[in-house]
């Protein structure tokens, strides 16, 4: 993420709700992996080997060997006493240090080093402004992961849910990690499905601000609003194309809930799905030729799928008699969804290729999943004594986390793109 765009999307008004993680279940194996505390890094506000642990950690795939208790903490390889750490069953060691520079920036430096090798495995210098320290611990985090596992890490990722507390509902946005909930928008009326542009500068919702619900967009650099859909009747389920250069929305503006095409801007809506039933829910696949959404044209709520240029849509479920909210895994190669089983409402996957499906979660009202860029986990609404909590579950069913605040009502949840820096 660019230094500008993260100073920007921090300007975004402070919320009063902070998320909390606990973890509930973890992977069936894990890295041990020690953080090391950074030279100097008792002068920064945030402790960014904390914040690397804690990532690791709530991955499930990590166990945290204790770092500390040294004469001496390491920060360069060269300082390094292999056998102590191996001793304390550490396969991997993160070291590095933390120095102000004289334009206000801080220089963080780690490295990750292969205990058994006695070798350097990555490393990476940053040179960054307070405001982007827990980013940086982040980025850090993700670089670990992604040695050691293969896999993207999305620890430097942000979610967006709505939090209803009282009569007042707020979009917030925050860090993967829950921390730094910061207020999108405010208002009496419900909000609904917010949804990440592609590049992640963006968001659409349903807003029913105006006594209707209306599919807005909102920039999270200006602030800025615009109407993308306002038709007669309800507009509402906003999905975006991984493009960026269309929305799915469904519309009754011609009768009952169909799916439409329209473009970010607004103006003229291209109707998709033409049936006498509810078609809604879409969202579109990773490459952009096709869409998932929900229809009770069979009878019963059922998940189908159809081209972005028409034609006859494709039943994909035919388990029970309730299948709802399909979300397309990030490679396209399974989707996930909400099925109802003996009056409980769980979070499922689907595999294209073999057409099995497996329940990942044990709620009973589950709701709104929504994948990490990875695929590797899903979050998703729940309920727990009563009252809206965000939960994640892995794509294995394995690990799982619940997402709580002291007060208030958590829904709609939607995990956002992967941002690059350039």
């Known amino acids: 993420m660019s230094r500008l765009l993260l100073c920007l999307l921090l300007a975004i008004p402070a919320a009063h709700a902070q998320l909390r993680i606990e973890i509930v279940g973890g992977g069936a194996s894990q890295y041990p992996v020690a953080v090391a505390q950074l030279k100097g890094e008792e002068r920064l506000p945030h402790k960014i080997t904390d914040i690397v642990a804690a990532d690791l950690y709530r991955s499930g795939l990590f166990k945290i060997v204790d770092g500390g208790g040294l004469a001496v903490i390491p920060s360069e390889p060269a300082e390094v006493q292999y056998p102590t750490w191996k001793a304390r069953s550490a396969d991997y060691l993160v070291i590095g240090s933390v120095s102000p520079l004289a334009n206000g920036y801080w220089d963080i430096r780690f490295r990750l080093l292969d205990v058994d090798k006695q070798s350097q495995l990555t490393g990476f210098a940053y040179q960054v402004t307070p405001l982007q320290l827990r980013n940086t ?234 994948f990490a860029p990875n695929g590797r986990i899903i979050l998703y609404a729940t309920e727990v004594r009563g009252r809206g909590i965000l939960a994640a579950v892995s794509s294995d069913g394995r690990v799982r986390q619940r997402f709580t605040t002291e007060s208030g009502d958590v829904r709609e949840p939607a995990w956002g793109p992967n941002i690059k820096s350039p």
């Open 137 to 370: 611990a982040h980025k850090i985090a993700d670089a670990i992961y992604e040695k050691i596992t293969g896999d993207v890490g999305v620890f430097s990722t942000r979610i967006a849910y709505v939090v209803k507390t009282g009569t007042r509902f707020e979009l917030q946005v925050a860090e993967a990690d829950g921390y730094g909930a910061q207020t999108v928008l405010a208002s009496n009326e419900p909000i609904l499905s917010p949804t990440w542009s592609p590049e992640g500068t963006r968001i659409a919702y349903v807003s029913f601000e105006r006594k209707k619900p209306i599919v807005y967009l909102q920039s999270l650099l200006t602030g800025q609003r615009s109407i993308v859909a306002n038709f007669k009747g309800s507009n509402s389920a906003p999905a975006w194309s991984p493009d960026g250069k269309r929305l799915a929305v469904v519309l009754t503006k011609d009768g009952n809930s169909q799916i439409y095409l329209v473009t970010p801007e607004g103006g003229s809506a291209t109707r998709l799905t033409n049936s006498s039933a509810i078609d809604t829910e879409p969202n579109f696949s990773p490459d952009g030729q096709s869409i998932l959404f929900t229809s009770d044209r069979g009878g019963s709520a059922q998940i189908y799928r159809v081209s972005v240029n028409g034609g006859v849509p494709e039943r994909l479920t035919f388990d029970g008699t309730y299948n709802v909210s399909p979300r397309y895994a990030p490679d396209g190669k399974s989707f996930a969804f909400i099925q109802r089983n003996s009056g409980r409402f769980n979070v499922a996957l689907q595999d294209f290729a073999s057409k099995q499906a497996q329940v990942l979660t044990e709620n009973s009202m589950d709701e709104s999943p929504s």
